[in-house]
């Protein structure tokens, strides 16, 4: 799949019950991942409080998640440039009861790290928004590889906080 002139989609499977833990709160419920992803760029997981966080490449230092409990879909879409790996798109599923009745999602966009430069976030997109893995596919091929870690704003596109 393409949305773009030499991007293309490569997709991996995430399982957080075949991710080594590397590093768990004395107090609280933490817990941090280090999960296989694609060839180099492993992916990075994060649980707090029933909310998830997923990085790829490296490890950010920033929780970027939804305000509701959730958990992350078993596909990983890679973005990818040239064949070098940019950004990853992935499903949260939305825990409350609420939103496990309305059968709510978001799609996530996260800049894919490097070392000495995390990735972070990008944009969340409700599942609900029409041709949403096209607009996230999008959003992944234009924003990401330039995207100013730490100083962009994330773009949020319908109820996908």
Not at 27 to 43: F, H, I, M, Q
Not at 58 to 63: I, K, P
Request: charged share 25%; glycine share 14%; proline share 4%.
């Amino acid at each position: 799949m393409s949305s773009g002139p030499g991007n293309t989609s490569e997709y991996t499977r995430f399982n957080l019950d075949r991710c080594t833990v590397t590093s768990r709160a004395t107090e609280g419920e933490y817990v941090e991942y280090s999960c296989s992803g694609r060839g180099d760029a492993g992916l990075f997981a994060a649980l707090g409080d029933g909310r998830m966080d997923l990085d790829a490449g490296v490890r950010n230092e920033r929780f970027e998640g939804l305000s509701a409990f959730n958990d992350i879909g078993a596909q990983i879409e890679w973005r990818l440039h040239g064949g070098v790996p940019v950004a990853i798109i992935f499903r949260y599923r939305d825990a409350t009861p609420e939103g496990r009745a309305a059968g709510r999602s978001v799609l996530a966009v996260e800049k894919v790290g490097r070392p000495g430069a995390p990735g972070c976030r990008v944009a969340q997109l409700a599942g609900s928004t029409a041709q949403v893995n096209q607009r996230a596919r999008e959003i992944a091929d234009r924003t990401a590889p330039g995207f100013p870690c730490g100083r962009g704003q994330v773009t949020y596109i319908g109820n996908s906080r």
